[in-house]
Nanobody, 126 residues
Framework: QVELVETGGGSVQAGGSLTLSCAPSWFGTKVEEQCMGWFRQAPGKEREGVASIELDETPHYADFVKGRFIIAKDSAKNTLYLRMSDLTPEDTAIYYC??????????????????WGRGTQVTISS
């Protein structure tokens, strides 16, 4: 069974940056061969997609983060990243890494992803 380990969460002031990392722990699971994405859930709100990345590395971004965040895979490190810049308090949420081992297309549809990390807290203060 695949486990996803997320790191990089923390607290930062508005306008700052954070980079989240996600690494599958199951030997043989390569990030370049899997649909992967980032989702987030703020208090009192439903989980929402942030970014996902296709097998050909084409990225998808939610409208509210486009231009500020970058999703990327590093095959050498077998790690998925989410680089976040120009953060605002509205970005405060638990961020989850997700992996989909069953599909060839990788939209930001939460129900499509069959493996999830435990989440990492991102807190942005004004």
């Amino acid at each position: 069974q695949v486990e996803l380990v997320e790191t990089g969460g923390g607290s930062v002031q508005a306008g700052g940056s954070l980079t989240l990392s996600c690494a599958p722990s199951w030997f043989g699971t390569k990030v370049e061969e899997q649909c992967m994405g980032w989702f987030r859930q703020a208090p009192g709100k439903e989980r929402e997609g942030v970014a996902s990345i296709e097998l050909d590395e084409t990225p998808h971004y939610a409208d509210f983060v486009k231009g500020r965040f970058i999703i990327a895979k590093d095959s050498a490190k077998n790690t998925l990243y989410l680089r976040m810049s120009d953060l605002t308090p509205e970005d405060t949420a638990i961020y989850y890494c997700a992996l989909d081992s069953q599909h060839w297309r990788c939209p930001m549809v939460a129900s499509q992803y069959n493996y999830w990390g435990r989440g990492t807290q991102v807190t942005i203060s004004s």
